[in-house]
């Protein structure tokens, strides 16, 4: 991908990594070898019954038995299905850099702006379509006002909003600042782009065209998209001179 690394800016040095969060069960009592073991067997299994049915709903007792364990040994693990849910969704997220992220932290170079756009949305696009049900459960418990959702979104949104602050050449503070407010909309915009082309029923409501049809209308989107994202850079860039 054309352009280089950017720099990191310098500061304090980290500060020592939280251990994991799931690193101790739900009596308070640390994780040894087969608790670990358990846990994870609970959460793959999850994450292949939301890969694997679009309509089953998924339930704490479903789980329970793909991962051939015990209601109550899962209670332990998971109190509530939007717990479970959301350590699928981190364990899911610890791929975006790979997918999708890290193609922010190059700079996008003026003479091929669009082109690395065009990149960074058709792989955000592509990493949301292979987990668009788990999409889906993420907003649906957003929608419902479940705070520890909100306070996801919100935490994993603001590495990205840096990065797009850096690709137009602004400063990480104030955070309300014109550019800064550019990168949030942006970031909000991509987001929601991927919610609709990834739900199957926004293929369902398309009715009148064949499927080939429909991907090349959802490209269309895509484009339009870093189309905008291009432009907005751009303007920030030349704002910033």
């Known amino acids: 991908m054309p352009g280089s690394v950017m720099n990191e800016t310098g500061g304090h040095p980290p500060e020592p990594r939280p251990e994991p969060r799931g690193a101790y069960n739900l009596l308070g009592q640390r994780l040894g070898r087969k608790g670990q073991e ?14 694997a049915a679009q309509d089953a709903p998924l339930t704490l007792s479903s789980v329970a038995r793909a991962a051939q364990v015990g209601m109550t040994t899962l209670y332990l693990y998971f109190p509530d299905l939007g717990d479970l849910v959301l350590a699928v969704l981190e364990r899911v997220m610890d791929y975006a850099g790979s997918a999708f992220g890290d193609r922010l932290r190059v700079y996008w170079p003026d003479e ?9 949305v058709g792989a955000h696009h ?54 800064a407010n550019c990168a949030a909309v942006l970031v909000t915009t991509f987001e929601r782009l991927a919610t609709i082309t ?44």
Not at 41 to 51: D, G, S, T, V
Not at 112 to 120: I, P, S
Not at 135 to 164: C, H, K, M, T
Request: glycine share 4%.
């Open 112 to 120: 091929a702006l669009l082109e690395c756009t065009r990149g960074f």
């Open 198 to 241: 990834t739900n199957p029923i926004f293929r369902l409501n398309l009715t009148d065209m064949g499927v080939e049809q429909v991907q090349a209308y959802i490209d269309e989107l895509l484009d339009a998209e870093a189309e905008i994202i291009a432009l907005a850079v751009r303007h920030q860039r030349a704002a910033a001179k």
């Open 38 to 51: 358990t846990r994870e067997r609970i959460l793959c299994a999850a994450l292949r019954l939301i890969e």
């Open 126 to 179: 592509q990493f949301w379509r292979r987990h668009a049900r788990l999409l889906l459960l993420r907003n649906s418990f957003e929608d419902a006002g479940d705070g520890r959702f909100l306070q996801y979104r919100n935490r994993v949104s603001r590495p990205l909003i840096e990065l797009l602050i850096r690709q137009m050449n602004g400063s990480l503070e104030p955070m309300n600042s014109p550019v």
